[in-house]
């Protein structure tokens, strides 16, 4: 394949974007009747992005809070990958993309290719090459869609998929239901109808995509056999990219805009808005059909908030002004990277009989976590040879204390955005957190970053030199999760040209983003 990793991904995210000992927990005893499942994933949005943190005085996310009150809010939760096809594919698997390949958000795209390989070639400014993704989710896999469904359950996807169309998309993968059917990285064309899909067209002019997919889950709870239990996934296309919004939600917020604030985009906050309605119009259809006690629902987004890309927009005076989609602070980074700002993400969860209203944790978690815990809380048996990586998290969303073990990030490429490193592995182990940066040290070793994220959540000052010890004890767990997972990994690059090794641009913006 010709070279092109760094701007394949950008492009690609830029409109899109060990074993199983201790996943077998239990399921608490099991209630009369089988509990419905909703997942909800929102795309792209930040764990600054909602109300729940205290982190935003722009954004406004009343149901988010509303589902807070009725179940558990982490404050540690993490995407499996700072890109949103990998993630989607850990929730779906339960495993990292350390193990199954899915790396890059490159599934829309014409190239299928099952599994992950090292590019041919790096520029020779780069010290490593670089991976290339797995494309397609194959149907081989145990997935939560085929094990729910096998179980009895009537099954539905609404919203984004982005990791393969037929024959590889939902339908493929234990869903009776998909809307609107489309393998893209984001809406059709446009959140604000008239929209692209090629076989679902806007009921009204202007009418919003998200408006529409809830409308369409709502039908489907409505019709759905009321003698099944039933397992939704609802997928956001909110907040990705494109970006734009109702009109008179943009104007609403045009007037509660402060420019010298780093979240000050209109439109982005209009954007989180409408994702905010439709969780609420969810939430009301399962009040009204009287299942809120048997109705598991999982709130999370696939990745954290984008920095890179530039938006123009409006003050309500009338001044012209360009910002970020959003801000991370007070993490560091956003989505493709490496940070904090990269994975860590806003999430709720209520699981009747499990969780208590209105209470918080900062237990570690990761979306691969979600496999086993529903799985075992639903009854049905974790599939046989295959390797779970995700961890039961029942006693974590009882409010009971979890320690996770080590959590692996995988992230093997290099995309030019604001904090951008090149391809690398992190782990966070408790307090701690180390970034292997794959041979970017001398002479093809590797390079490290370490923070101690209880006193540095921020990500400023880099440990690694002054611990040693810390940074070795670390660096053997990542070594040994990539070799259990067998993971395909960037290699040293043998055209390295030292002449053209350009330190001073790691972490900067290609085109400073405009």
Known sequence: MKLKTTNQILKNIGVCALA??????????????????????????????????????LYQTPNL???????????????????????????????????????????????VQMKASVM???????????????????THLPTLGKLIKADGYSTAHFGKWHLGSEPYSPLEHGFDVDIPHWPGPGPAGSFVAPWKFPAFKELS??????????????KWLRSVDKTKPFYMNYWQF???????????????????????????????????HSMDDAIGKLLDEIDRLGIADRTAIIFISDNGGNMYNYLPETTKEGRKYTSTATDNSPLRGGKATMFEGGFRVPCVVVWPGVTKPGTRTDAMIQTTDFYPTILNQLGISLPENHKIDGYD?????????????????????????????????????????????????????HGYMLFNLKTDIGERNNL????????????????NHLKDAEAVVPIPNPSFDPAKYRPEQIGVQQGNGK
């Open 20 to 57: 199983l000992t201790g996943s077998q927990m239990p399921a608490l005893a099991a209630t009369p009747e089988k509990m419905n499942v909703i997942f909800i994933l929102a795309d792209d949005l930040g764990w600054s992005d909602c109300t729940l943190y205290g982190t935003t005085k």
């Open 65 to 111: 809070e509303r589902l807070a009150k009725r179940g558990i809010t982490f404050t540690n939760a993490h995407s499996a990958s700072p890109l949103c096809s990998p993630t989607r594919a850990s929730i779906l698997t339960g495993q990292t993309p350390a193990r199954n390949g899915h790396t890059a958000p490159v599934h829309h795209t014409a190239d």
């Open 120 to 138: 041919e070639k790096a520029p020779a400014g780069d010290k490593a090459v670089q991976c290339k993704s797995a494309s397609r989710l194959d």
């Open 205 to 218: 002019p202007k009418e919003h995509i998200e408006d529409r997919m809830a409308d369409e889950a709502v």
């Open 238 to 272: 909110s907040v990705h990219a494109p970006f734009n919004a109702k009109e008179e939600l943009v104007e609403y917020y045009r007037g509660k805009i402060d420019t010298t604030q780093a979240q000050r985009s209109s439109t982005y906050a209009a954007m989180v």
């Open 393 to 445: 998290i029942t006693s974590a969303l009882s409010g009971k204390k979890f320690n996770r073990k080590p959590m692996f990030t995988f992230f093997p490429h290099a995309p030019r955005v604001p904090d951008w490193l090149p391809g690398s592995v992190a782990v966070n182990e408790g307090d701690w957190k180390l970034i292997r940066m794959f041979h970017q040290g001398e002479n093809g070793a």
């Open 464 to 479: 690694a030199s002054k611990s040693p010890k810390r940074v070795k004890q670390m660096d053997r767990l990542i070594g």
